[in-house]
């Protein structure tokens, strides 16, 4: 009896051996083939035959060497998990998966506001900064310097600036950092393991969305930062070394690095984009492995490379969808018709949902302890999309119009009201200061004229109705992250909403009051409320997520809180919270 293992002996795991039965020497079908596995925990066999003989797909007129080879690949698929993974199968389910559950789009939508609250980080260092420029009276000589010299280095050497902006700058990036780390934790376990859920379980709930994010942000966090890390590193560091050689060009060894680094971008580009088709399930390993880290990335690799068709398909469906979405949106610009809005929509709601859960499909079909996905007879995607999913986005649409007039409406979330009021007038407050205190100057210095507007600015020519459905759909997407972005303890929504005050008070000393109001109120009517009202919503979530992390106990002279708050008393009311905003 001759044996061969494969892989080290681990007593932690089970291992696989092939043994090869020489007794029957004298059978014409002698290449019998056994797996045998022996899991050291429970000191136990099991013995797999593979004779090609006596399998369904062989048969008595194969020659011994053809069906010896057949048995051998049986032993390998068993041994290597290598099955076949069908990419259009599990692509027509995940659509059918999405238009049974329309929560996973939750988790995308998260990531948009992930987007909003990075934003909100920086608009407010650059309200600290303007507003502290505007009360130290140095604010007209910053734009003048801006105007006549750009964004150079000398704007750094001088003493009046840098020492705020440095912190300012340095303070941004790294929260933006974090946050987006953290945060990126947060979203990505939520959405992989909502797609799980989804697939394995038959439902989605919001609920789960959040019990995701809280068990498993922490490992997706690690390891989204190590995969980055490791994907893009050959590309970050020669744009690194391609920067610092350009700083240095007065010198010869910064020409020479700088010839050197430009040379290396396109390769550090290829080598970053394979990477990346190795890492693609790294993040679903987290979910599914309840791994992290360096050993997700690991399992990342080891099931690309033996589903190399699948994920390679999967990469090319992604970047066509993307690419024409893209051409589409720029060929529609040039012929009057903005679609941006659109893009970023189908983007959000249909083409994220549908591929990620595909990715994360792939790799759990992948795994060899998971029995290959059955075929399903399914309606045609595209008469679906023509026909029944407008009428079902319009009804979601109702429903969520009609929660909104409950919102408002409801007395309980006035203080919620009252907070994004009053974050929307101090921002037209500090704005207007700020205008008034040297914005105001420095453009008159420059020959603008107050209450007349910039003869100079040429409009594109665009379709009326089709700008404003575009406009429309942008401030409904915007209104959404607005809200969502909330989850993050109320502050980035209370910020994004302070910064369109902010927007807004810079115009009021530069403009007559009827030309203000002739360039607000046609469209101003409809999106300052519905900000405002997103702002609250978003309060609200914030306010929910601190009552989720704050303990358990009720807070007397709350008068927002409910009676006999506990742990899962605080999950409902985020989840309720979270469910009311989406």
């Not at 105007?147 to 020492?163: A, E, I, K, P, V």
């Not at 429903?399 to 409801?410: C, D, P, S, Y």
């Not at 992390?549 to 009676?563: C, I, K, L, Q, Y």
């Amino acid at each position: 009896m001759a044996t061969r293992c494969f892989g080290r002996p681990n007593p932690a795991v089970a291992q696989w051996y092939i043994v090869r039965d020489c007794e029957r020497v004298n059978c014409w079908h002698s290449c019998h083939i056994m797996a045998i596995r022996y899991d050291y925990r429970r000191r136990s066999t099991l013995q797999v035959p593979f004779c090609a003989r006596t399998s369904p797909v062989g048969g008595l007129f194969e020659s011994r060497k053809s069906h010896r080879e057949r048995g051998l690949r049986m032993v390998r698929s068993a041994l290597f998990g290598v099955k076949r993974i069908f990419f259009d199968r599990i692509f027509e389910r995940s659509y059918w998966t999405w238009r049974r559950h329309p929560t996973i789009i939750v988790p995308s939508m998260l990531g948009t506001a992930l987007s909003v609250i990075e934003q909100s980080i920086v608009t407010t260092g650059l309200i600290v900064f303007l507003g502290t420029l505007a009360m130290n009276g140095t604010l007209s000589g910053l734009l003048t310097q801006l105007s006549s010299r750009g964004l150079t280095l000398s704007l750094l050497q001088n003493s009046s600036y840098s020492s705020l902006l440095i912190p300012i700058a340095v303070i941004s990036t790294i929260v933006v950092l974090l946050t987006a780390i953290l945060g990126g934790g947060f979203v990505y376990s939520s959405e992989y393991g909502v797609y799980l859920e989804a697939w394995n379980k038959d439902k989605a709930t919001i609920g789960s969305i959040v019990e995701h994010g809280s068990r498993n942000w922490k490992r997706m966090a690690w390891t989204l930062l190590l995969s980055n890390l490791i994907t893009w590193g050959p590309l970050a560091a020669v744009f690194l070394a391609l920067l610092a050689s350009a700083l240095n060009a007065n010198s010869l060894a910064g020409l020479v690095g700088f010839a050197v680094s430009s040379n290396l971008i396109y390769p550090a580009l290829a080598a970053s984009l394979v990477i990346a088709l190795f890492t693609v399930y790294s993040y679903p390993a987290v979910v599914i492995d309840n791994v992290s880290g360096l050993q997700a990335i690991r399992n990342s690799f080891r099931a690309a490379g033996r589903n190399l068709t699948a994920t390679f398909s999967y990469s090319v469906v992604r970047v066509l969808f993307q690419f024409f979405l893209v051409l589409l949106v720029l060929m529609a610009g040039f012929i009057g018709l903005p679609l941006s809005s659109f893009g970023a929509a189908i983007l959000s709601f249909l083409l994220t949902p549908i591929l990620h859960s595909t990715k994360t499909m792939i790799y759990y079909y992948s795994k060899p302890e998971v029995q290959e996905m059955p075929f399903e007879l399914s309606n045609p995607i595209w008469q679906d999309i023509s026909r029944q999913l407008p009428r079902a986005a319009w009804r979601k649409i109702r429903a969520g119009l009609a929660e909104a007039g409950r919102f408002v409406i409801g007395p309980r979330n006035l203080p919620f009201h009252i907070l994004s009021i009053l974050a929307f007038v101090l921002g037209v407050s500090i704005g207007n200061y700020v205008s008034v205190n040297g914005v105001k100057n420095y453009l008159i210095s420059i020959g603008y004229v107050p209450g007349q507007g910039n003869k100079s600015v040429v409009f594109p020519q665009v379709i009326p109705p089709v700008l404003g459905a575009d406009i429309f759909l942008n401030n409904w997407l915007v209104s959404i992250a607005t809200g969502l972005a909330g989850i993050g303890f109320g502050a980035p929504s209370f910020a994004t909403i302070l910064f369109n005050g902010f927007i807004l008070g810079l115009l009021v000393p530069l403009s007559t009051l009827t030309m203000l109001l002739a360039a607000i109120l046609p469209h101003g009517f409809i999106e300052i409320p519905s900000f405002i009202l997103a702002g609250s919503i978003g309060i609200k979530l914030g306010y929910a997520g601190l009552r989720r992390f704050t303990g358990a106990e009720r807070v007397a002279d709350d008068p927002m809180s409910d009676v006999g708050i506990g742990p899962a008393d605080s999950d409902g009311y985020l989840s309720r919270t979270l469910r009311q905003t989406v």
